[in-house]
Structure formats: C-alpha cells, structure tokens
C-alpha cells in the first residue's frame, strides 16, 4: 500500500522534471540555430520561462529566443561589436505596491543611427510574479559588460603600434 502511494505521488514530479528538461532543450536546441544562422555557435546560456539567452564563442555576440504563452516567437542576435553599452532597465508595476513592472537590457549601438533594442526578461503583464528573471538578467548584464569591456581591450591593442 505504501508502494502504491508513493508512486502515485512520485510519478507527476517525474513527468514534470522530464518535461522541463526536454524543453530546456529545446530551447537549447533553437538559440544555437539561430547562432548558426550566423556561423555562429553558443558557447554559454540560460533559459527560464520560455526564453533563453546566451553568449556566442569568444564572447561575441547575444543571442535571445522567446516564445510566450500566445506562441509568439522574438529571437535576437545581436554583435557586441556594435553595442556602445548595455544597461539594466527595472520598471515599477505602476500599482503603487513597489513591484516590479518590467525587466529588460537595453542595447545602446555605437551607430547613433541604429535604434537602442530592448529585450525584455520579465513582463508583469505576463507573469504576475517574477521567478528567477531578476537574477538571471543581473548575472547577464554583467558578463555582456565584461564581454563589451574585453572588446574594447581588443581594439585598443590593435590600435597600438607595434615597435620595430
């Protein structure tokens, strides 16, 4: 009997663990096709509530992938060799209750032509709580910080002559 009740309340947590593999998998799976698009491959990611994003090799380039409830897909690749900067946008819910509303980065292009890109991490209009985004978009910004600091290095150095 005690067999019984235990598989009976084992076997959802098994098929929920094994779902939220396969489509973190999928997830996986699709960020590094649109990286090939580009002849690129990812070399680090996340994912998190049907979104997943990540860093190509050497840093290069980011990548984004979103499919919501609505199936509507966004998909971004974007070459850190063009962003200026990046910043953490946090809006307030508007609710007065001090929450948070929106989490995006924000994309400034060295183009001052080129439009600044949003990509957006947390929508209260479509989560009505927030899980891991805050976190996962903080850890985020700052390795595209470091990959933008690190592509700056790159220049400098080219830009040096060489004594002879």
């Known amino acids: ?22 489509k973190k998998a999928r997830l996986s799976k699709t960020l590094n ?45 974007i070459s850190l060799r063009n962003v200026r900067s990046c910043e953490l946008i946090k809006t307030g819910s508007g609710s007065g209750s001090g929450g948070i509303g929106k989490l995006s980065l924000r994309f400034i292009f060295r183009d001052k032509a080129q439009p600044d890109l949003n990509v957006v991490f947390y929508d209260r209009n479509e989560h009505f709580q927030i899980a891991d985004e805050l976190e996962l978009v903080e850890k985020w910004k700052e390795k595209i910080d ?4 690190s592509g700056k290095d790159s220049v400098i150095q080219q830009k040096q002559p060489v004594a002879v």
Not at 1 to 22: E, F
Not at 146 to 149: E, G, P
């Open 1 to 22: 009997m005690t067999a019984i009740i235990m598989a009976i309340l084992l076997i959802p947590v098994v098929v929920l663990i094994t779902k939220q593999r396969g």
């Open 146 to 149: 470091k990959a933008l600091s």
């Open 33 to 77: 096709e649109i990286a090939g698009k580009h002849s690129a491959s990812i070399s680090t990611y996340d994912s998190s509530r049907g979104m997943a994003f990540g860093l190509t090799e050497n840093n290069a380039n980011f990548v984004y992938y979103k499919k919501d409830e609505e199936n509507i897909e966004q998909d971004f690749f």
